[in-house]
Every structure is written in structure tokens, then in C-alpha cells.
Nanobody, 123 residues
Framework: QVQLVESGGGLVQAGDSLRLSCAAS????????MGWFRQAPGKEREFVSL????????YYADSAKGRFAISRDNAKNIVYLQMNSLKPEDSAVYYC????????????????WGPGTQVTVSS
């Protein structure tokens, strides 16, 4: 089992950058594919990005390509989401999640979730 806690959210202006962190506790962080999802008010939660267990493979939603970068440090049990050129439509609660399988952008495949961190981008 793994416990996840996100941090790094906040209120920024359009065009700014933020780096979200997700700290994991528990065993064998490197056994988990890690993903970032987000949920805006009144909308369903959506996939943002994922990174494979070794950190050598990543995948992004179209909305994140070219602006966001996911990375992980297995020695520190942390996964990051660097978000650049933020837009108001990026405003949402961002969640990190873990699953023991391989690449998947489906939230149904993720067994463990953090409580989320709020990102608000003003225009």
C-alpha cells in the first residue's frame, strides 16, 4: 500500500509556472506507475500525465503536451508535475495517483490517490 500527499498548488496568473509535488510513503514506490489527474468544478476528473515505474517513459494529455513535464525521483519517493504557461482552463484540483500496472491513462486503473491540491490560474 502507498499513501500519497500532493503539494505545490496555489493561485497564479496566466502564463506563470507551478511545480506540483506528490510525496509517497509506504513500500516500493518504484513498483508503481504514477499519474496526475485533475478535476475542475462541475467537470469530471481527467487525465493529465503519467510516468512509468523507472521514470523512463511519460505520456501526456493533449492539453498538457508541450507545457507540462512529469518526473519522478524514486530515491526520494516523489513525483513532480512541472506546469508552464498556465492558462485559466488549467484551474482545477490536481490529484496524483498510483497503480501497480503498466501505462494507463484510465483513472479506474489507479488504486491509490492523494487528497489533491488546488491550482487556480487567473486571467
Amino acid at each position: 500500500q502507498v499513501q500519497l500527499v500532493e503539494s505545490g498548488g496555489g493561485l497564479v496568473q496566466a502564463g506563470d509556472s507551478l511545480r506540483l509535488s506528490c510525496a509517497a510513503s509506504g513500500r516500493a514506490f518504484s513498483n508503481y506507475t504514477m499519474g496526475w489527474f485533475r478535476q475542475a468544478p462541475g467537470k469530471e476528473r481527467e487525465f493529465v500525465s503519467l510516468i512509468n515505474k523507472s521514470g523512463t517513459g511519460t505520456y501526456y494529455a493533449d492539453s498538457a503536451k508541450g507545457r507540462f513535464a512529469i518526473s519522478r525521483d524514486n530515491a526520494k519517493n516523489i513525483v513532480y508535475l512541472q506546469m508552464n504557461s498556465l492558462k485559466p482552463e488549467d484551474s482545477a484540483v490536481y490529484y496524483c495517483a498510483a497503480h501497480r500496472g503498466i501505462f494507463s491513462s484510465s483513472e479506474a486503473d489507479y488504486e491509490y490517490w492523494g487528497p489533491g491540491t488546488q491550482v487556480t490560474v487567473s486571467s
